[in-house]
């Protein structure tokens, strides 16, 4: 059974810092695309930061410079280090895994909040 779940959201202010964390389980980690989305209200989930091949990291330009996207892959975790928040961040950040080999084969975490306000 294939698990994504996220940590490390909350209520943060303007200017502060948050560090993410996804502990992945039930797939062979190196086998897949990992990266970060967020959903805030009424808007449609969009790409945050994602992984892609050679090492390198694709990322919104509303976040490029603040945010960084790193993965541990002998521990199975992907992490997004955001500094310099702002209240535009706040939303539902989802983490992602997306097979290599298959790319029908998606799966999501449930999710964590992230609220930057004063």
């Known amino acids: 059974q294939v698990q994504l779940v996220e940590s490390g959201g909350g209520l943060v202010q303007p200017g502060g810092s948050l560090r993410l964390s996804c502990a992945a389980s039930?797939?062979?980690?190196?086998?897949?695309?990992m990266g970060w989305y967020r959903q805030a209200p009424g808007k449609q989930r969009e790409l945050v930061a994602e992984l892609i091949s050679g090492g390198f990291a694709n990322y919104a330009d509303s976040v490029k410079g603040r945010f960084t996207i790193s993965r541990d892959t002998a521990k199975g975790t992907l992490d997004l280090q955001m500094n310099s928040l702002k209240p535009e961040d706040t939303a539902v950040y989802y983490c992602?895994?997306?097979?290599?080999?298959?790319?029908?084969?998606?799966?999501w975490g449930q999710g964590t909040q992230v609220t930057v306000s004063s």
């Open positions: 039930g797939i062979v980690f190196s086998l897949y695309r």
């Open positions: 992602n895994a997306v097979a290599t080999y298959r790319t029908d084969l998606s799966y």
